[in-house]
């Protein structure tokens, strides 16, 4: 089966540091596929190397079947990229003037340019900055007009880094709802991000990069399965010491019903029944604490790359 | 050739909507030849170049070219370089159906677009007013001296920005070395009238090769050492060139 994105092995090794090392994952046609992590993770730098943009020191990048490295343009005359950095615009020029050359660079004659370049700017509600100097923008509104010109195009394969950043959250949301609305033209997205949020909003399938290494990969529905029960408390206990958190983890790792604890900034307690908070409360009491917050909810993506990170500190 | 094109089109419209371009273009070069030269040539008497004498401002002219051209491209197109590279935009680009050799072709493309109309301008400017008498073959070495000598600089501009990603460095480095690299030319004084070791200095500096190209053609002066010079030259810029393309294709460029 031909994927639209293979990564195979893929390595990058910078001066003291190996950036990507060994990663694998395939994206279906139609599919948006999240890779996720902190900043720092390998994200960028895998995908400048699925865009062709570097080379990797070792595995191979395919895109609809071409390794990306050998492949001609034609292979990249059907790909978008929204690179991470929102001034990646030409920034003496208009909106507009920013749009047409971006269509020119596609080949897109002039009509169609003008026809799509109109059609973005009222998608993206920029219509008003067609005629401002790129360089006179905020981030946020650059972001915006990087985002309206990747779907210029109407690319099959879209490579969103970091697609949201900068953007106030009316854009963020309208842009998710473009981002849905192209995948009914069977149009296939691979986006970086590290807000949990935008990722459960939108992947099907997730991969969580950490440290150049891929530590897990899969639907958000398997990712959840890894963890205890699907109901959290997440637990904030005032004036606490690292030493003290390992007390107070291991007074409510006893209690009966608690089936595991997380300790990220705050203590998420994986539990069977939310009934379970009055005991917790009172131990937390009992070992001298006093809460500062406490809040029940169902389990998240979050939790799930809270409970990997621990895992891999400790 | 879709992507170089397009790529052309972008450097050319960059160039045209960047503020410092007038300036640069037209109004600094203009001090020169309608301040200083002049006050100069007052100053200075006429120079020897072959078996004819000039005078001063006519001596200086292709020197103040060729400095222009030099400006050009670093201003023009090795600061759009650094600026590429530290907006994304390179990046960005790459990601699209154009190859990094498209790119460079368009930035050498684009740089010597900007050194013909600009030293035409000027040429023109000159004949008015200083009265060039100009021949076809004179104009042709002219305008292959301005060709050869903006491929000559950006590529070893190039090869030095693929050494060097922080502008910073790159910036001192040019301050650094291009005042000796102007006054150790052969620009405002005949390599005769230069003392040793400066005018050994003078004859290895490669701005003295593209002025000595522009004097020839400029002044319709062709002796044996001129023609040599102009041979010699054009060797060198297809090799630094090549090198260049090289060192370009070969390096990620990025920041």
């Known amino acids: ?314 | 050739m879709n992507g170089t094109l397009a790529l052309f089109y972008r450097e050319m419209k960059i160039w045209t909507r960047r503020p410092v371009v007038p300036f640069l273009t037209f109004i600094s070069p203009l001090t020169y030849f309608l301040i200083f030269g002049p006050v100069l040539s007052t100053l200075i008497p006429p120079v020897k170049v072959g078996e004819v004498s000039v005078e001063y401002i006519v001596f200086i002219s292709p020197g103040i070219l060729t400095i222009l051209m030099l400006n050009t491209c670093i201003m023009s197109s090795l600061m759009t370089l650094f600026l590429d590279r530290r907006s994304g935009m390179f990046e960005f680009l790459m990601g699209c159906p154009v190859s990094k050799l498209a790119y460079l072709l368009a930035r050498f493309m684009a740089s010597i677009s900007q050194t013909v109309l600009q030293t035409s301008v000027l040429l023109l400017l000159g004949c008015v007013v200083f009265r060039f008498s100009l021949s076809l073959v004179g104009v042709l070495t002219f305008f292959t001296g301005v060709i050869l000598g903006t491929i000559f600089f950006l590529s070893v501009m190039l090869i030095i920005a693929t050494k060097i990603t922080d502008q910073d460095t790159f910036n001192a480095l040019l301050n650094f070395s291009m005042p000796p690299l102007i006054f150790t030319s052969t620009a405002f004084y005949s390599v005769q009238l230069l003392p040793e070791p400066l005018a050994t200095v003078a004859k290895v500096n490669p701005l003295s090769y593209v002025i000595e190209f522009l004097r020839a053609g400029l002044l319709n002066i062709f002796t044996d050492s001129t023609i040599f010079t102009i041979l010699f030259f054009i060797v060198i810029t297809f090799a630094i060139c090549l090198a260049s393309i090289i060192a370009f294709l070969r390096s990620e460029m990025l920041r």
Not at chain 1, 18 to 40: C, H, M, Q, R, Y
Not at chain 1, 176 to 183: A, C, D, F, K
Not at chain 1, 283 to 289: A, I, K, L, Q
């Open chain 1, 1 to 314: 089966m031909t994927y639209v994105v293979e990564a195979r092995g893929l390595k990058k090794v910078y001066p003291n540091v190996t950036a990507v090392d060994n990663v694998s994952f395939s994206v279906d046609k139609g599919e948006i596929f999240g890779l996720l992590g902190p900043n720092g993770a390998g994200k960028t730098t895998t995908l400048r190397m699925l865009t062709g943009v570097i080379r990797p020191d070792g595995g191979v990048a395919l895109v609809m079947g071409e390794d990306i490295q050998k492949a001609d343009s034609k292979i990249k005359q059907r790909i978008g990229v929204v690179p991470q950095n929102e001034m990646a615009l030409e920034l003496f020029l208009t909106v507009q003037d920013n749009l047409d050359i971006y269509g020119k660079i596609r080949g897109l004659p002039k009509q169609e340019r003008l026809r799509r370049i109109g059609k973005v700017l009222e998608l993206f509600e920029i219509k008003d900055l067609e005629k401002r100097i790129v360089d006179t923008l905020s981030p946020g509104l650059m972001r915006r007009v990087q985002i309206a010109r990747a779907f210029l195009d109407e690319s099959e394969l879209l490579f969103l880094d970091e697609p949201s950043l900068g953007l106030d959250p009316y854009a963020r949301r309208k842009l998710w709802e473009v981002i849905r609305s192209v995948l009914s033209n069977g149009t296939t997205i691979f986006l970086t991000s590290h807000s949990m949020e935008e990722v459960e909003a939108l992947c099907l399938r997730i991969a969580i990069i950490d440290r150049g290494k891929i530590i897990t990969l899969g639907s958000l529905q398997r990712l959840k399965s890894t963890l205890p029960t699907t109901k959290v408390i997440e637990l904030s206990v005032a004036d606490i010491n690292e030493e003290r958190v390992s007390e107070l983890k291991n007074a409510l790792t006893n209690l009966s019903g608690m089936k595991g604890v997380c300790t990220a900034g705050a203590l998420f307690l994986y539990v069977e029944d939310y009934l379970i908070a009055d005991d917790i409360a009172r131990t937390v009491t009992s070992s001298g604490f006093r809460i500062a917050k406490m809040i029940s909810r169902e389990t998240t993506l979050e939790d799930v790359y809270l409970r990997l990170a621990e895992k891999r500190f400790e």
